[in-house]
């Protein structure tokens, strides 16, 4: 953003030297900055930082205002800004308790950009934390949730945090399933994650003492390395075709058949992964 009354204001005398003209600048020059909305009027990339001043401000009304307005700005024809128009506008919903509103767009980014990995797991990202702030999650909530985890995990493996997060959705079902999740979690830390791994490890053993997660860790799959005559199916499921094929039907709606599909997903990570 350019703007008109930017200058150099020299406290002390002109000089014509190069060398002291660079030390003045450096030591006594004072920045003209912004100060009146009405700097952002025409500029796409102003606004959009305004919304987010807005939003870190907390100001949510006046963020999601923005945000409606230049999302449906004809002049935004990029789809890197409508997308994260998209996301900022459903992350405004979200902290305004608007979630259904959020859950709908988190769709709509998932089905306008199937082919974008990178998109994919920024949707991925924001629906399950949509569903999150759900206060009681039904049956098929929880059941969307595991496949959101399953889906953004396929693409990534290395996001720890959203282990221990499939790792509390499996622990109603399966304690086993959990405790590998959190192993893998703590398999994929960092210095700076470790210690969450660890902690939710020992608080796994003290719930679940018959669990043996010594025994489990040494078997635990972390992509490293694999049988040669595995299925390429397993080794390479990100980017496996008819992996692609079935996350793509779950844009839609779910009939009978494709029920049985999300079943496949499910079967198709945990037998990588498990």
Not at 192 to 197: G, Q, T
Request: aromatic share 8%; glycine share 2%.
């Amino acid at each position: 953003m350019f703007l008109d009354n930017i200058d150099i204001d020299y406290v002390g005398e002109v000089n014509y030297c190069k060398g002291d003209l660079r030390h003045n600048s450096r030591v006594e020059y004072i920045p003209r900055l912004c100060s009146s909305e009405k700097d952002f009027e025409n500029d796409i990339n102003g606004l959009k930082s305004s919304a987010d001043l807005h939003f870190l401000r907390r100001e949510y009304n006046d963020a999601k205002f923005i945000y409606e307005s230049l999302y449906t700005n004809g002049d935004v024809r990029s789809s890197l800004m409508k997308r994260d128009l998209s996301e900022s506008l459903a992350r405004t919903h979200l902290a305004l308790g608007e979630t259904e509103k959020a859950l709908e767009i988190a769709e709509k980014i998932l089905e306008s950009t199937p082919d974008h990995e990178d998109f994919k797991i920024v949707a991925l990202c924001l629906k399950i934390q949509v569903l999150q702030t759900l206060n009681q999650m039904a049956a098929h909530r929880n059941r969307e949730m595991k496949v959101c985890l399953i889906q953004l995990l396929t693409l990534n493996p290395n996001l720890p945090r959203y282990w221990i997060k499939l790792a509390s959705v499996y622990e109603s079902s399966s304690v086993e399933k959990s405790g590998r999740c959190l192993l893998l979690a703590r398999s994929f830390s960092d210095r700076k994650n470790e210690k969450i791994a660890e902690e939710c490890l020992s608080r796994f053993s003290r719930e679940h003492p018959t669990v043996d997660l010594t025994s489990m860790r040494k078997h635990i799959k972390t992509g490293d390395s694999e049988d040669e005559d595995e299925s390429k199916e397993f080794t390479d499921i990100g980017s496996s075709v008819r992996m692609k094929n079935l996350e793509e039907s779950l844009s839609k709606p779910l009939t009978e058949a494709e029920t049985n599909q999300t079943d496949q997903i499910i079967f198709l990570f945990e037998s990588r992964w498990f």
